[in-house]
Structures are given as C-alpha cells and as structure tokens.
C-alpha cells in the first residue's frame, strides 16, 4: 500500500527508465531526441511531486487557507523546462543539418559513411 | 569593486546579444576581446580582494541568502575564475584570425556570440553559490558549446556536437535529480546552507542517492573514464580556438563543481569516509589514464591526440582530489590550473598549424618545423609541460601528485603516474617527430610562418607554462589555501 501511495514516484521511475533506455538503444537520432525529452519530463515530475502537499491549495494568501503547497519546485521547474525546450530546439536543428549533410538520420548509416569517407 | 561578483558575470553576458547584432567584420571580435580582458582583470581584482580579506558573499538583486541566490567567492572559486578568465583574454584575440578562416564569413558575429555565452555560462558556473543556479548557468555554457563545436568545417563535427548534446544534457539531468533529492532533504538550494543541514540527515538513503546521481551526472561533464566517450570527437572537430578554450575551460569547470559537491556540499567527512569515494575515484582515473594515454598512442590526427590526452590528464586531477588529503588536494587542483595552460597552449599551436595548412593530421605536418619554427616551438615546449619535465608547469603538479601518493603509502599510484608520463613521451614525441626530423615535402615549401596575431597569444601561454614551472607561489600558494579551506583548516 506505501508504494501505491507513491504512485507519482512509481511513474517518475518508470519514465525516466523508458526515456533512457531510449536514448541508449534507439539509432534514429530524431527518436534519441524523444527519449531525451521523456527522461527530462520525468524530473519535471519528480520535482512537482517534492513541491506538492495533500490537500494543499496554491501559494496565495486567502482566508481560511493553512496547508498551501511549496511553490518554489515548480518555479524551478519552469526554468528547466525553459531549458529542456532550447536543448530540444537544438538537438533538432543539429539533425536538421545532420541529415543535410549525410541524407541520414540513422546513426549506423552516418557511421558507415564516416568509415568509408 | 562591492558590485564586482555580478559584473564578472553581467558584462559577458550582456556583450554576448550585443556581438550577435554586429556585422560580421572585425567589430564583434573587437568587442568579444576587450570584454574578455576586462573580465580578466576584474577576476584578478577580485581574487586579490579574496587573498586579502577573505570569502565574499555576493547577495544577487539584495535578496539575503540563503532565500536569494548567493555569488561566494573563496579562494577556489577566484581561483577558477581566473584559469577560465586567463584563458578567455588568451583565446579571443586568437580567434580573430584563426575564426576568420575556419567559420563561414556570415555566421561570425555569432560565433563570438556563442564564444560569449559560453565563456558567461562557465563564469557563472564558478562563481554561483546556489547549486540550481550552478544548473541553469551549466546549462547556458553547454548549449552554447554544443553549437560552436557544429560550426567547425568538417561534417563530423555535426555529429560529434549531437553526441555532446545527448551526453552532455543527460549528465545535466542527473545533476538535476541529485539536487531535487538534495532539496527534499534539507528544503534548500543555497551551497553554505547544504553543507551546515546535511549532516543531520546524511544517514538517509535519499542523501546516498542523491551523491551518486551528481557524482555520475558531473562524471559525464567532466569527462571521466569510462564516459568519455564524447569528448574526442567534439575536440576534434570543433574549430581550433573553441577546441583551445573548451579543453582548457569546460571540463575543468566540472572538475570544480565536483570538488565543490564533494568538499563543500556533502563534506569531505561524508563523501569519502562514509561513502567509499576514494577507491571507486582512484581506480576510474587510473585505468583512465593507461587507457586513454594508449588511445592518444594510435592517433593519427594531432588534434584528437591531444584530446585523448586531455582525458588521461582528468584523471590526473580526479586521482589526486579523490585522495582527500591536503596535498591531494592541491596536486590536483594545482594541475587543474597547470593543465589549463598547457592544453590551452598546445591547442592554439595546432591551430595556428590548421590556419596555414587547414589540417592537423600527423602526417601533414611532416618537415613543418623548418617551414613555421616559431609555431613548432610552442607545441614542443607545450608537450614538454604535458610530459611533466622539470622547469615547466607540468612538472609542478605531477611533483606534488607523486608526493601526496607516498605521504599515504601508495607508491604504486606515484610509479602509475610517472609510468603514464613515459606513455605521455611517446605521443608528444610522435608529433615532434614528424615535424621536426622529416623532410619538408616540396608542395609545402611556400607555408610560412603563422601570423603574429595568432603566434602572440599562443607565446603568451607558453611563457605562463614556463613562468608558473619555475615561480610557483602563486599557483600552488592559491591552490594550497583552497586545499586547506576545503579540508576545514583554516579561511
């Protein structure tokens, strides 16, 4: 039952493993990308999941408000998101001319080329 | 001089923007340069004000820390501060020139663009107190290096950038999981503030997680062995002054924000008594070392050469840090300093090569030497440093490495470095070879000598290799009292 009651953890797990398994075994550089993305998302939650309390409202002072959640996690996570947005715009630019210059985006094609070049 | 901690960090930044909304003459390499001077003596100010009056607490927009985001600058941080900024004021003049022929004509404004925000991100790297801002200026230096290293001409430097940027951002990540873990521990980012609550918690296995995701995640930044892997490519192929700064810069930043974790955040007490730091450390680094020193053996391009070497000596740095002894510690950051030069060195040299024959392979360097001596010199007074012969900077750390092994006993680590410096002769030599005993080939007969704009800086770099072998009260006095303050003895 403790671990069904973390269930916002149990997701963080599993999407941080499928993200980086991704990224490992995948060869297509776009689906690297993806996986990438999926990793990132699952520190955006496990920061969110620190932040928030049961039963707590938004950070604003109201009457009749005790138990608020702990804003500064999501406000830290707005800037990683900020910063997993520029790290994913590049990433695409780079395959963008990656694939410009070799016709590819699969990384055993790009080797291949590479070896014979 | 009380706003100095911002301005070391407002002035680069704002010149970044600025250079990317100049034309594409000399202008934006002309106001990249003095701004990088200028950072250069404001890092030497402060460092002299540090010496003098102690750690200063910079609360960044008047918020108090631990609530605001703090600069603290102690001895290890103006220290950094000024191997980063010292070769900033060294590598933008060269730049000039040698960007000039490497970069395509209409993308040079933002080059220096990206030169800037790089150079701004490692700045802030060092200088933050504040562990999610660390994050956030990491982040800044890297995106910013991932898209120099795409501008150089050959093809693979697309794909060695990719490889850097997926590396590179999952080695950010997991820094970032450590600090969350840290954060739900303690309730806050503020470095000072981490170090004085995590004693109370330090049993939790939160805590233990937290270690191993920043160790591993800084790991991947600084290029440790076994994961490594992304930095010889990016080396490579990246433009010479981006390969000559980021070698010398981004990966010894790293090595800093591992001491910081390791000696200040989790205490030296935590991270190698409690933890078993130490063994893991030394034994990565000492199979690093053989390993890539063998690789940098089988070389053919003299740039990659380097680059694999530049890991081996990583490991040089992390060996001597890990045995968290006071002369450990200042072996290591002693060759943090030392390596900084040398490598920076060494890197401008082949680009001066590169900009007159537009190839740093081995074998089209042979006879070179007679053709351009100045240049030559340098690399062979540079690879003399990196071999560590007595009267250069080389020499200084690997004397105090050896030193801080025999103090606990472990000969074998002092026989391990002095045999990798052997393997160290090998490839050094390869390239000395080539240039200086073979015969000039006849199609190279009219390569002159590099110009003075670009013999200049790299000069500079060999007379500080040669300066800091012989006079060492600075580099080893600040790296000295940085080891003490570390290990809690002392301001």
């Known amino acids: ?117 | 001089m009380e706003q100095l901690p911002a301005l070391l960090i407002v002035i680069p930044l704002m010149s970044a923007p600025l250079c990317a909304a100049l034309p594409n003459n000399r202008l934006p390499w002309l106001l990249a340069t003095t701004v990088s001077w200028a950072v250069f003596v404001m890092a030497v100010l402060l460092a002299l004000q540090v010496l003098d009056t102690g750690t200063i607490s910079y609360a960044m927009g008047g918020w108090q820390p631990p609530w605001g985001i703090e600069y603290r600058i102690d001895t290890l941080n103006a220290f950094v501060l000024l191997i980063v900024s010292g070769i900033g004021a060294a590598v933008t003049p060269f730049s000039g020139r040698s960007a000039g022929k490497e970069i395509p004509a209409d993308r040079l404004s933002l080059y220096y663009c990206l030169f800037m925000l790089t150079y701004t991100g490692l700045m802030g790297i060092t200088i933050t107190g504040d562990i999610f801002n660390l994050f956030v200026f990491l982040e800044i230096s890297s995106l910013s290096s991932y898209a120099l290293i795409s501008l150089g001409r050959d093809r693979r430097a697309l794909t060695a950038a990719y490889q850097y940027l997926i590396m590179g951002t999952i080695g950010a990540t997991f820094y970032i999981i450590g600090v969350g873990l840290l954060y739900a521990m303690t309730g806050t980012l503020n470095m000072a503030d981490l170090a004085h609550l995590l004693p109370s918690v330090s049993g939790a296995r939160t805590v233990h997680t937290a270690l191993a995701f920043i160790v591993a995640g800084v790991g991947l930044k600084l290029a440790l062995f076994p994961v490594h892997l992304w930095l010889p490519n990016a080396y490579t192929y990246a433009p010479s002054p981006v390969s000559a700064f980021i070698s010398a810069t981004a990966t010894k930043v790293a090595v800093y924000v591992l001491v910081r974790m390791l000696f200040t955040v989790f205490g030296v007490h935590y991270s190698f008594h409690v933890m078993p730091l130490t063994p893991i450390l030394v034994a990565l680094s000492l199979v690093g070392i053989f390993v890539t020193s063998l690789f940098a053996l089988s070389q053919l391009d003299a740039k990659r050469l380097l680059a694999y070497s530049s890991v081996a000596q990583i490991g040089y740095m992390i060996a001597g840090l890990s045995l968290a002894t006071t002369l450990g510690v200042t072996a290591g950051l002693t060759h943090l300093f030392n390596h900084a030069l040398m490598k920076g060195c060494l890197f401008l040299a082949l680009g001066c090569v590169a900009y007159r024959i537009g190839s740093t392979r081995i074998r089209d360097m042979e006879g070179l030497a007679h053709a351009m001596p100045w240049t030559f010199s340098a690399f062979a007074l540079g690879g003399l440093s990196l071999i560590g012969v007595p009267l250069t900077a080389g020499f200084v750390s690997k004397w105090y490495l050896i030193l801080a092994a025999l103090e606990l006993g472990w000969w074998w680590l002092a026989v391990a470095v002095l045999a990798a410096s052997l393997i160290a002769v090998a490839y050094v030599w390869k390239v000395i070879e080539a240039a200086w005993f073979r015969p000039l080939p006849e199609d190279r007969r009219d390569v002159r000598e590099a110009p003075l704009a670009l013999l200049v800086p790299t000069w500079a770099l060999v007379l500080a290799n040669l300066y800091f072998g012989i006079d060492t009260r600075w580099s080893v006095g600040m790296a000295q009292l940085a080891a003490k303050s570390l290990l809690g003895g002392g301001p």
Do not use: C, W
């Open chain 1, 1 to 117: 039952m403790i671990l069904l009651g973390h269930y916002n953890y149990l997701i963080v797990v599993f999407l941080m493993m499928a993200g980086f398994y991704t990224v490992i075994s995948r060869g297509n550089l776009v689906k690297k990308i993806i996986g990438l993305n999926i990793f990132q998302t699952s520190v955006f939650i496990l920061y969110i999941s620190l932040g928030n309390i049961k039963g707590g409202a938004a950070p604003i002072i109201a009457e009749g408000v005790k138990v608020y959640s702990n804003p500064l996690p999501s406000v830290l996570i707005l800037t990683a998101i900020v910063v997993g947005v520029a790290t994913t715009a590049l990433a695409l630019a780079l395959v963008v001319r990656i694939r410009e210059a070799y016709g590819t985006v699969e990384e055993d094609e790009i080797h291949r080329q590479d070896e014979d070049f």
